[in-house]
Nanobody, 124 residues
Framework: QVQLVETGGGLAQAGASLRLSCAAS??????MGWFRQAPGKVRTFVAA????????RYSDSVKGRFAISRDNAKNIVYLQMNNLKVEDTAVYYC???????????????????WGVGTQVTVSS
């Protein structure tokens, strides 16, 4: 059974930091990604990382503030979120892809497995 379980969400003030974790089990993924969905909006790409930890990709809105990393030995991917803004408020989803890409995809359709999400709320 494939599972992706996100943890680390919560309430933070603007300017603070949070670290999300996603523990994967049941399958070895190549690229891993984070997406988010704010209330009333579509799910959007946040960050992704290839199997070897190289070539991380970020959306323009989080570039320079967020960092994605992975520990393949533990099958965990992290999203370090610094200098949080109110507009970062959303449900954050972890996703795994078995596609073999040197550069991880930013398209949600490339990811076949998803977690249930973790809420991140940033207050001003």
């Amino acid at each position: 059974q494939v599972q992706l379980v996100e943890t680390g969400g919560g309430l933070a003030q603007a300017g603070a930091s949070l670290r999300l974790s996603c523990a994967a089990s049941g399958r070895t993924f190549n690229s891993m990604g984070w997406f988010r969905q704010a209330p009333g909006k579509v799910r959007t790409f946040v960050a992704a990382i290839a199997w070897n930890g190289r070539n991380p990709r970020y959306s323009d809105s989080v570039k320079g503030r967020f960092a994605i990393s992975r520990d393949n030995a533990k099958n965990i991917v992290y999203l370090q979120m610094n200098n949080l803004k109110v507009e970062d408020t959303a449900v954050y989803y972890c996703a795994g892809s078995t596609e073999i890409d040197l550069v991880p995809s930013s398209a949600a359709t490339s990811y076949g497995d998803w977690g249930v999400g973790t809420q991140v709320t940033v207050s001003s």
